[in-house]
Structures are given as structure tokens and as C-alpha cells.
């Protein structure tokens, strides 16, 4: 997703980080002695990418059901019981000036979506901040490396990240490596223009990923699913240059197609893309992931529309992306699904899977 500025987080304010909070940010809940007992489900993933929640949570924002009859409830148990969401994204930043998507935020929520029996996807940026097309920053620390130990740094954070996972009694279904990185990752090192250093640099995440969870699916990920000709040019770098991924991943956004000129409604846009996954498969033979949806939150109906026709192809699943923000948030964030801290219509695509 696109972003560009982030409101400076508050501390800790809410009770329920009781004992999981110091001054320097969010930090994880022990791993418990009693994991939760819910069985997850299987197939396909209907999915929710949260993670600004423990931010939102510490702002004092509270979330309820839709419908007359309010009632508050907290917002993991609120997509699984009222959406139909199975599966949580969680995106992971190297150093975050706030602390926010650090190594013990992503594990904090992560405990809370496994005791809820929701499956885990983990979103690698390798950045301090937003990784996107417009941003792939290297973080600070890593600027100065060579790239032998830039590769090494990248193996390292994954490393660290998954084994605090473990440790908490998460395993994550699925791990992306590296975010949107349509023009690469770790720019300029990881240029698409630097094929061997980006497909090195992808390996080095790979190998980390499956060195403490074997079983993990390996995503890489673009942004604008219906843009073909970009998903062939990274995926023919990895190919030609022994890349490893075990799935493809796309940001499907139609406002932000439309932003950049298209002029054919969301359904073009979803045409595009329904016939990009079938390119993609066809010529990779790897199963693809929506790892990103959304529309402006006052087109919920139009928004379920969208998740219905994409949930009818070919795909392993669909995370919607921060669905719980409301109108704004983050200085102009606007395709959540939420309108008055509960849910739209627009998940309600998700009860019919």
C-alpha cells in the first residue's frame, strides 16, 4: 500500500497492553503456557492486514459490531466473527522511529491472532518506514554495509523475526519477502536494474524464511495485479537468475489504478488482473495471492462486488488491507472498510466462501 507520512505514535495507553508496554514502545506478551486450542481453518484465506491495530488500540480507538445493537468487541475476534476473516498480515520494519511493526509489536499481535485460531501471513519490508514502489529505502543501519553483509542482514532480521515467532508459538502460514517491490528492494542495491543483486538479495530472505519454518509459503510481492508487464519483468529477473518464491503476490487497488490513468471503472481493473493471474500461472506455474484489496470506504457495496468477482478465479486467497482504519487516519488513509468504528458491507463478501 502507498503511503507517504505516518502520525507520530502515542505510548501504551490501554488496558489491555497491561504488562506488555515500556517506554520505548510496544513489546511482546511471554509466550504462553496454554496456546490456543482453535482449530485453524484450511483453504482458502480471507484475509486482514491489521497492523496498525496496537497503534489504533493505544490511541484509545474501540471497534464494534455493525447493526443498531452495537456492541464492542475487539477488532481480531470482530473480523473473524462478524467478517468471516481467517487469516491476519502482519508487516515487519527493520528500526521504526516509534516502535510501531518492530520485531515486538509483529509478535504481540501475532500471539493475539494465534489464540484466536486466525492463520498469519508476515509482510518483510526491509525498511525503516513504508516499503512500496514509491519508497524502498534501506534501513539507516544497513546503508554503509557491502553486499555481502547486506545480504547477510537481510537473513539476520528474518532470522531474528521468525525465531521470536516461534519462540511466542506462532508459525506463519505464509512470508513475504519484501513488500510491493515492483522496482525492487533496498534501492539502489536491489534494483530491478541490479537483477543478480535483487535475485541474491530475495534468496538471502528466502533461505532465512525456511531455515526456521520449512513448511512457510514464500511470497513475493507487487502492487498493481493488473499490470502484466511488470509482473513479467520481475518474475522473468527471478527466473533467469535462480530466484526462489513459492507463490506470487499483488496489491489490487482500483482507486490507485485509476489515480495513474486508467479510465475503465474497478471492473476493468479487476479484468486486468483476473487475466494477469492467469497469465502468471500459465507461465510461472506458481499459485498466486491477493495480498493486498481495498476501495474508498464509503463504496462498500462496490468494494464486495470487487472481493466477490476475485474470490471467483483462480487465487489461494485475499488479505484486505488495514480494513479497521477509519476515514483519514494517517493523514488521508480512506480505503478501510469501517465507517463508525464497525464493519461495511464490504467483508460481507468473505461470509460466502
Known amino acids: 500500500m502507498k503511503m507517504t507520512t505516518i502520525i507520530p505514535a502515542l505510548a501504551f495507553a490501554t488496558s489491555v497492553f497491561c504488562g506488555a508496554c515500556s517506554e520505548d514502545g510496544p513489546v511482546t506478551n511471554p509466550r504462553q503456557d496454554n496456546p490456543s486450542a482453535i482449530e485453524k481453518e484450511v483453504g482458502f484465506a480471507r484475509g486482514a492486514d491489521v497492523s496498525w491495530l496496537t497503534q489504533m488500540e493505544s490511541e484509545g480507538r474501540k471497534f464494534y459490531t455493525s447493526g443498531s445493537d ?63 514502489p514509491g519508497h524502498q529505502e534501506m534501513p539507516e543501519a544497513w546503508k554503509e554495509l557491502s553486499f555481502d553483509n547486506l545480504k547477510s542482514a537481510v537473513a539476520n532480521h528474518v532470522n531474528e523475526t521468525l525465531t521470536a515467532l516461534k ?32 535475485t541474491q538479495l530475495n534468496n538471502a530472505g528466502y533461505d532465512a524464511v525456511k531455515a526456521v519454518f520449512p ?80 476501495m474508498p470506504y464509503d463504496q462498500g457495496e462496490l468494494c464486495k462486488q470487487l472481493i466477490t468477482k476475485m474470490m471467483g478465479t483462480d487465487i489461494e486467497g485475499i488479505f484486505y488491507w488495514e480494513p479497521q482504519a477509519p476515514n483519514g487516519y494517517n ?4 480505503l478501510g472498510c469501517f465507517d463508525n468504528d464497525a464493519p461495511t458491507v464490504a467483508l460481507d463478501a468473505f461470509k460466502n466462501k
Request: hydrophobic share 35%.
Open 167 to 198: 519462540n511466542a508459538g506462532v508459525t506463519p502460514e505464509w512470508v513475504q519477502v519484501g513488500n510491493e517491490t515492483t522496482p525492487g528492494m533496498m534501492l539502489p542495491v536491489g534494483s530491478v536494474d541490479n537483477p543478480v543483486q535483487l
Open 331 to 334: 493523514d488521508g488513509y480512506n
Open 70 to 132: 452495537r456492541q464492542e468487541m475487539e477488532c481480531m475476534q470482530l473480523l473473524r466473527d462478524h467478517c468471516g476473516v481467517n487469516s491476519i498480515r502482519l508487516r515487519v520494519w527493520v528500526d521504526p522511529k516509534d516502535g510501531w511493526n518492530n520485531v515486538d509489536d509483529v509478535v504481540l499481535k501475532a500471539r493475539r491472532a494465534e489464540n484466536l485460531g486466525l492463520r498469519t501471513m508476515i509482510d518483510f519490508h526491509f525498511s525503516d518506514t513504508w516499503a512500496d
Open 215 to 294: 513448511e512457510a509459503k514464500v511470497i513475493v510481492h507487487l502492487d498493481g495485479g493488473n499490470n502484466q508487464w511488470a509482473y513479467d519483468r520481475m518474475f522473468d529477473i527471478l527466473e533467469n537468475n535462480g530466484g526462489k518464491y513459492d507463490m506470487i503476490g499483488m496489491s489490487l487497488y482500483p482507486y490507485w489504478a485509476e489515480q495513474q490513468g486508467e479510465t475503465g471503472g474497478w471492473q476493468k481493473v479487476a479484468d486486468d488482473c483476473i487475466a494477469n493471474i492467469n497469465h502468471l500461472k500459465q507461465k510461472y506455474n506458481k499459485p498466486v495471492m491477493i495480498c493486498e484489496i481495498g
